[in-house]
T-cell receptor, first 115, second 111 residues
Framework: KAGVTQTPRYLIKTRGQQVTLSCSPI?????VSWYQQTPGQGLQFLFE???????NKGNFPGRFSGRQFSNSRSEMNVSTLELGDSALYLC??????????????FGEGSRLTVL | EDQVTQSPEALRLQEGESSSLNCSYT??????LFWYRQDPGKGPEFLFT???AGEEKEKERLKATLTKKESFLHITAPKPEDSATYLC????????????FGRGTSLIVHP
C-alpha cells in the first residue's frame, strides 16, 4: 500500500515569507503528526491531528499552525519565516495515534531552507 | 535537560564488528520505548517497541533490550547496509500519546 506522501520535498524561502506543507497519510490512518528535525535539536513534536481536530500540540510559537481535512490529509503552515525555521519537516501517520504500539509511519519529509 | 539521551552520537564499525547503542531516559512511568532507523534523506522507519524491563525484541542483526532506566540496541555482525541513524523514543504513561525522541546515534559500517 502507498506510504505517507509529503509535498513539496524541497523548498527555499526567504525570511518573512510563509510556507504551506502537505501530507497525505496512509489510507485508513486517521492520526497525522508533524515533527521538525534539525541537527541541533533532533526530532521535535509540532502537533497531532485526529479526525480533523488538533489533539496535541508541542512547544512551538503560534507561527506554526496546521489543519486536517475530512480525508485525513493534513497541511502545516509556517508564517513569518525565520532563519531558524530551516529544517526537515516530517509527517507521520498512524491508525489512531501512537497509543501503546509506538508505531508511526513517517513520510520522507519536506526540506525547508530559509534564506 | 533531555529526557532521552542516546550514546554515542556517532559510531564507526568495521563490517562484522558487533556493538551496542545506548538509550537512557530520566522519566518515570514509562509506557513504552521505541526504536527507529533513519536513512539519509528519508523519514524514520519503525523497528521495535519495548514495554517492560527485561523485554527483548529481535529483527535480523538487531536486538533491542530494556532495563528500568535504559535500552540497548545490539548490532551483531553488522553490514554496510546497516549504516543509518538510530533513534529511540519514550512514551510516558498518564500523559498524551506523543513520544519524546532522542537525538539519535549515527552508525557507519565500513566494508
Amino acid at each position: 500500500k502507498a506510504g505517507v506522501t509529503q509535498t513539496p520535498r524541497y523548498l527555499i524561502k526567504t525570511r518573512g515569507q510563509q510556507v504551506t506543507l502537505s501530507c497525505s497519510p496512509i489510507s485508513g490512518h486517521r492520526s497525522v503528526s508533524w515533527y521538525q528535525q534539525t541537527p541541533g535539536q533532533g526530532l521535535q513534536f509540532l502537533f497531532e491531528y485526529f479526525s480533523e481536530t488538533q489533539r496535541n500540540k508541542g512547544n512551538f510559537p503560534g507561527r506554526f499552525s496546521g489543519r486536517q481535512f475530512s480525508n485525513s490529509r493534513s497541511e502545516m503552515n509556517v508564517s513569518t519565516l525565520e532563519l531558524g525555521d530551516s529544517a526537515l519537516y516530517l509527517c507521520a501517520s498512524s491508525l489512531s495515534g501512537t497509543g501503546n504500539t509506538g508505531e508511526l509511519f513517517f513520510g520522507e519529509g519536506s526540506r525547508l531552507t530559509v534564506l | 535537560e533531555d529526557q532521552v539521551t542516546q550514546s554515542p552520537e556517532a559510531l564507526r564499525l568495521q563490517e562484522g564488528e558487533s556493538s551496542s547503542l545506548n538509550c537512557s531516559y530520566t522519566v518515570s512511568g514509562l509506557r513504552g520505548l521505541f526504536w527507529y532507523r533513519q536513512d539519509p534523506g528519508k523519514g524514520p522507519e519503525f523497528l521495535f517497541t519495548l514495554y517492560s524491563a527485561g523485554e527483548e525484541k529481535e529483527k535480523e542483526r538487531l536486538k533491542a533490550t530494556l532495563t528500568k532506566k535504559e535500552s540497548f540496541l545490539h548490532i551483531t555482525a553488522p553490514k554496510p547496509e546497516d549504516s543509518a541513524t538510530y533513534l529511540c523514543a519514550v512514551l510516558l504513561s498518564g500523559g498524551s500519546y506523543i513520544p519524546t525522541f532522542g537525538r539519535g546515534t549515527s552508525l557507519i559500517v565500513h566494508p
